[in-house]
C-alpha cells in the first residue's frame, strides 16, 4: 500500500478564544480525491492552509510528502508548497496580464524552470488534458467560467504535485460545467497520482469524491 500523500494529526486552530476545529486527523493517499463538507464558518478553508503550510495550527502534525511542515522554516516551507502542491480556487486567481498558456507555465517559472521546448510541452500537454488546446493564446478576459476553471485546474497540475487543495472548484459554475471540471479533475489527478482535497458545498461535487468527510468543530467524521 503506497504512503499517505498527506498526514495529519491532532490538528486544532483557535482564533482568540474561539475554537475552530480540533483533533483533526487525516491521510490523503495517491490517486484519491477526498471531498471535505461543512457548514459556513465551519473553518474548511483555514484547514486547508493549515495543511498546506500557509497558516499555523494551534496544535498537531502535518507531514506533506515526508517531510514536517511545522519543523521547516518559511522558506523551505514555501519551497515545498511550489514543488508538491496544487491550487485550485473558485475565484480561479488567473493573472489578467498573461495569456492561457503564461498562466499554465507560472507554476513550472517558480520552479525555476525555464521556458524550453520542454516547458512549453508540458504545457502544451495540460492544455491538451483540459481541452483548451486552441486557446493557448487568449487572455482570461476572453474565456468563459467553465474555461477559467479548466484553466485552473491545468495550472495547479503542470508541475506534477503531490497533492491538490481545491477551494470550492466548482462554486462559480452551472451544473453542466462543475460535471465537466469534477470529470476531468479526477481523471487528471488520478493520471499523475496526486492526491487532492475537494472542498464543497456541493452534493455533486461530494459524491463524486472516493471518501467525504465533514469538519465540525470537534474534527472531521465520515459525512
Known amino acids: ?40 464558518g465551519a473553518g474548511k478553508s ?3 492552509n493549515c495543511l498546506a503550510g500557509l497558516d499555523e495550527a494551534d496544535q498537531g502534525q502535518v507531514m506533506l510528502a515526508g517531510a514536517d511542515l511545522h519543523t521547516l522554516d518559511d522558506e523551505a ?22 495569456s492561457v498558456a503564461d498562466n499554465v507555465a507560472l507554476p513550472l517559472r517558480l520552479l525555476g524552470r525555464r521556458d524550453d521546448a520542454a516547458s512549453r510541452a508540458r504545457v502544451a500537454q495540460m492544455l491538451d488534458a483540459v481541452n483548451l488546446a486552441a486557446l493557448a ?12 476553471q479548466r484553466v485552473a485546474i491545468a495550472r495547479a497540475l503542470v508541475h506534477q504535485p503531490r497533492l491538490v487543495l481545491a477551494d470550492e ?22 493520471e499523475a497520482g496526486a492526491a487532492c482535497l475537494l472542498v464543497t458545498h456541493s452534493e455533486v461535487a461530494a459524491q463524486a469524491a472516493d471518501r467525504r468527510l465533514r469538519l465540525d468543530a470537534r474534527g472531521l467524521h465520515a459525512a
Open 46 to 48: 483555514t484547514l486547508l
Open 77 to 98: 516551507r514555501s519551497a515545498l508548497r511550489r514543488r508538491e502542491l496544487g491550487f485550485i480556487f473558485q475565484a480561479f486567481h488567473l493573472l489578467p496580464h498573461l
Open 137 to 148: 493564446a487568449r487572455m482570461p478576459r476572453q474565456l468563459s467560467g467553465g474555461q477559467l
Open 1 to 40: 500500500m503506497s504512503a499517505p500523500v498527506l498526514s495529519a494529526r491532532g490538528l486544532a486552530k483557535h482564533y482568540g478564544e474561539v475554537p475552530v476545529f480540533a483533533g483533526v486527523d487525516l491521510d490523503l493517499a495517491p490517486g484519491e480525491i477526498v471531498a471535505l463538507l461543512g457548514e459556513s
Open 169 to 190: 472548484p466548482t462554486g462559480n459554475l452551472d451544473a453542466r460545467h462543475a460535471a465537466e471540471v469534477l470529470a476531468l479533475l479526477r481523471r487528471c489527478t488520478q
